[in-house]
């Protein structure tokens, strides 16, 4: 069966290192995204990307990025991670780009920044 | 601003009942509202979504209805049962669009709790 798996599930580093989440899938979708989940908030986008060597910022990408080498694989750095950036973080990919295509996601990765 | 709001944190319902869900947003350009739900630990999962086109659509004991004039949308769960536990976030897009960005807009969530 197709899937979406984000690794770590969980992360504790240190403010100020760079770090990276790793999101692979296996449905062969062109569209991936990445959320963060906090308390009070919801699921907020970060970046996105609609296919290879895309890639597009989301509503709180500052602080990330994240980059499209193949079609499976969409990673998500913190280039300097601050406590702020604590959170659960959740890969998705779609289909479709129609605004009814559901998202696949991942089981997230469980980051602290101490 | 948060376009789209999910005002009850959370719901308690006894097994076999009616869970009734809402969510009301505030861009009238939404044309698809989807619903997902999570479990702990796990990544949320589609479960129902509507067209702006219609106003109801039904998904065995899942029913959404939209109504486009009050900008409201809900979830029925119809009987519900203690696995629906979840949270439950409601989502809006602004539909497809050639060179736009397709993206969800989620509410902040209501966790279900359902009784036995």
Same mark, same amino acid.
């Given at each position: 069966?197709?899937? *979406? ?15 990276? @989440? ?23 986008? *970060? ?28 990673? @998500? ?33 469980? =980051?602290?920044?101490? | ?19 009734? @869900? ?7 350009? %939404? ?5 997902? /739900? ?23 004991? %899942?029913?959404?209805?939209?109504? /486009?004039?009050? /900008? ?23 539909? %497809? ?5 397709? /993206? ?6 209501? =966790? ?5």
């Amino acid at each position: 069966d197709a899937e *979406i798996t984000q690794s770590p599930r969980h992360k504790i580093t240190e403010t100020g290192r760079q770090v990276t @989440l790793a999101c692979h899938q296996t449905w062969n979708h062109n569209n991936m995204f990445w959320y963060r989940q906090d308390l009070g908030h919801g699921l907020r986008l *970060i970046h996105y990307s609609y296919g290879v060597q895309d890639t597009n910022k989301g509503e709180v990408s500052d602080g990330y990025s994240v980059s499209r080498s193949n079609t499976e694989d969409l990673p @998500l750095t913190l280039e300097s991670a601050a406590s702020s950036q604590t959170s659960v973080y959740f890969c998705a990919s779609s289909e479709s780009r129609r605004g009814n295509s559901p998202l696949h996601f991942g089981n997230g990765t469980r =980051l602290t920044v101490t | 601003d948060q376009q789209v709001k999910q005002n009850s944190p959370s719901l308690s319902v006894q097994e076999g009942r009616i869970s009734i @869900l809402n969510c009301d947003y505030t861009n009238s350009m %939404f044309d698809y509202f989807l619903w997902y /739900k999570k479990y702990p630990a796990e990544g949320p999962t589609f479960l129902i979504s509507i067209s702006s086109i219609k106003d109801k659509n039904e998904d065995g004991r %899942f029913t959404v209805f939209l109504n /486009k004039s009050a /900008k409201h949308l809900s979830l029925h769960i119809v009987p519900s049962q203690p696995g629906d536990s979840a949270v439950y976030f409601c989502a809006a897009s602004g539909g %497809f669009s050639g060179g736009s960005n397709y /993206k969800l807009t989620f509410g902040k969530g209501t =966790l279900l709790t359902v009784n036995p």
